[in-house]
């Protein structure tokens, strides 16, 4: 079974642009969630999205968005890009949503702003 | 608030010993823990996880203790090889309606020396 697959892998913007980021969740999982990771702040909860509906959400500014599609594809956004959001924005998937849901993760997409 | 907090930052072993990274968590709250691997340029793996009705638990070389008096969780790496270099870390999730947010720990860097 195919693991949780993250598009782009890399990717550079300037200050101000915004970004979409993809995540297709392993085969039969229904839950998607977002963290990002620093050197600074280590691995941060952003959302979570279950059923084409956000669970949960971290406590990040609005500029953070995401949204699930049916086939429990997911996306997230971030507009007015600054410096500080240059993370590694990693993707996890489970098979439902919940306290003890056990959650696998992509590679990740490395962002870059300039 | 929600934190779980590592021990050591880093741990040095020879290939063969055995490894005990540790981990404290701060909420009484958290049901669900989980141990990752880290390796560089890659999405954290899943190694093992524990719910808080157990106090051990054991995998293939791995084994996670969990002792919910003094908040500590630990994982226990037997015979270490050179391929488990990587960063560790602890992830708990709170209970309540934290549905898949994981709170993870700043993460142990383990070095195996041949």
């Known amino acids: 079974k195919a693991g949780v697959t993250q598009t782009p892998r890399y990717l550079i913007k300037t200050r101000g642009q915004q970004v979409t980021l993809s995540c297709s969740p392993i085969?039969?999982?229904?839950?998607v969630s977002w963290y990002q990771q620093t050197p600074g702040q280590g691995l941060q909860f952003l959302f979570e999205?279950?059923?084409?509906?956000?669970?949960n959400k971290g406590n990040f500014p609005g500029r953070f968005s995401g949204r699930q599609f049916s086939n429990s594809r997911s996306e997230m956004n971030v507009s007015t890009l600054e410096l500080g959001d240059s993370a590694l924005y990693l993707c996890?998937?489970?098979?439902?949503?919940?306290?003890?849901?056990?959650?696998?993760f992509g590679p990740g997409t490395r962002l870059l702003v300039l | 608030g929600e934190s779980v907090g590592l021990h050591l930052p880093t741990l040095s072993v020879q290939e063969g010993d055995n490894s005990i990274i540790n981990c404290a968590y701060s909420n009484s709250a958290s049901d669900y823990f989980i141990w990752y691997k880290q390796e560089s340029g890659k999405g954290p793996q899943f190694i093992i996880d524990?719910?808080?009705?157990?106090d051990k638990r054991q995998g293939q070389r791995v084994t996670v203790l969990l002792n919910k008096t003094v908040k500590h969780l630990s994982l226990q790496i037997a015979a270490t090889q050179p391929g488990d270099s990587a960063v560790y870390f602890c992830a708990e999730n709170a209970g309540g309606t934290s549905y898949g947010k994981l709170t993870f720990g700043q993460g142990t860097i383990l070095t195996v020396h041949p």
């Open positions: 085969s039969g999982h229904r839950s």
């Open positions: 999205y279950f059923s084409e509906t956000q669970r």
């Open positions: 996890a998937s489970s098979l439902l949503s919940g306290r003890s849901e056990t959650q696998y």
């Open positions: 524990i719910r808080s009705n157990m």
